[in-house]
C-alpha cells in the first residue's frame, strides 16, 4: 500500500508519515495547538514552505554563497561531533548485575520517605493544652472542635489539619513526636518554642525498604549514565592525546 501524499511543494511530495513526523519534533507548547484541524493546516503550510523556498536558494544560486558555506560547514562540525559522541557510547548499558551490586552497597538511599497525615492543638501552656485534653479523652469534645475552640494555630479553621507531610519538615520536638505516634492517638502536650501542642496522627506511610524492583530503572539510569560519561572522558582524553588542545 502506497503512503498518502498529502501535498506536493515545489514538485516534491509530502507524506502523511513524514508529515507527523514533523509535527512530533514540535515543541511540547505547540502540540496541543497542532492536534486541532486549524493548527495542523497552519504546520503543514509551514513544513511546505521549507521546501518552496530551498527552491529559491537554489534558483539563486545562494547555496554557493560564503556565508551560506561557512554556515553549513559549522552545522556540520556541530553534527558531526555531536554524532561521533552518540556512536561511540550508544552500546554502553549498566548491567543488571551491577544494579543489584549498587542496590545492596546504598540500601539506605532507598528508603521510602516517611510522610505523615497529621492534625495539633496548639495552646500557650501546658495547663491549658490538659485541660484541652481531658475535654477531648472524656468525649465532651471531638479533636476537631477542640482545635477550633482552643488552638492558637491558622490550621485551627481545619480541624487542626496539618495535611500530610514528611520527616524532617517539622521542629525537632514535633517531628519526633510525630513519627514515633500511635496512628490515631491524641499524644501530648509535646512542647516546641511555639507552644504546647497536642498531637493525633491520621496515618503514617513510608520508612520502609524499597525492593530492587521498585528502584531498578532508576538505578539503571544513573548507572548507564555515569558509564557513558565515563566512555565520554576517556574518549576525549585519547582524542587529546591524538591531536591535542590548548587553551590561549
Not at 521549507?50 to 561557512?70: H, I, N, R, S, V
Amino acid at each position: 500500500m502506497s503512503e498518502k501524499i498529502i501535498a506536493v511543494s515545489a514538485g516534491r511530495e509530502i507524506t502523511e508519515t513524514e508529515f507527523n513526523e514533523f509535527l512530533s519534533k514540535l515543541p511540547e507548547q505547540q502540540q496541543a495547538y497542532v492536534a486541532t484541524e486549524e493548527g495542523r493546516k497552519q504546520a503543514l503550510t509551514q513544513y511546505a514552505n521549507y521546501f518552496l523556498f530551498e527552491k529559491l536558494g537554489y534558483d539563486k544560486k545562494y547555496d554557493q554563497d560564503e556565508a551560506f558555506l561557512a554556515t553549513m560547514e559549522a552545522v556540520k562540525r556541530e553534527l558531526l561531533g555531536q554524532y561521533a559522541l552518540t556512536q561511540e557510547i550508544k552500546d554502553i548499558q549498566a548491567t543488571q548485575e551491577e544494579c543489584e551490586a549498587y542496590y545492596n552497597e546504598h540500601k539506605t538511599m532507598f528508603v521510602k520517605e516517611a510522610k505523615a497525615t497529621a492534625k495539633h492543638i496548639l495552646t500557650a501552656t501546658e495547663e491549658e493544652s490538659k485541660k484541652v485534653l481531658e475535654e477531648i479523652e472524656s468525649g465532651v469534645k471531638t479533636f476537631e472542635d477542640a482545635a477550633k475552640e482552643y488552638s492558637t494555630c491558622p490550621s485551627k479553621a481545619q480541624g487542626g489539619s496539618l495535611g500530610t507531610f514528611g520527616r524532617g519538615q517539622m521542629v525537632k520536638e514535633f517531628d519526633e513526636a510525630v513519627f514515633t505516634a500511635e496512628v490515631g492517638k491524641v499524644i501530648g502536650p509535646v512542647k516546641t518554642d511555639f507552644g504546647y501542642h497536642l498531637i493525633r496522627v491520621d496515618e503514617l506511610t513510608g520508612g520502609e525498604q524499597s525492593e530492587f524492583a521498585e528502584v531498578y530503572p532508576q538505578i539503571m539510569q544513573q548507572l548507564t549514565t555515569e558509564k557513558q560519561n565515563k566512555k565520554y572522558m576517556a574518549v576525549r582524553q585519547e582524542m587529546i592525546e591524538k591531536y591535542g588542545l590548548e587553551f590561549k
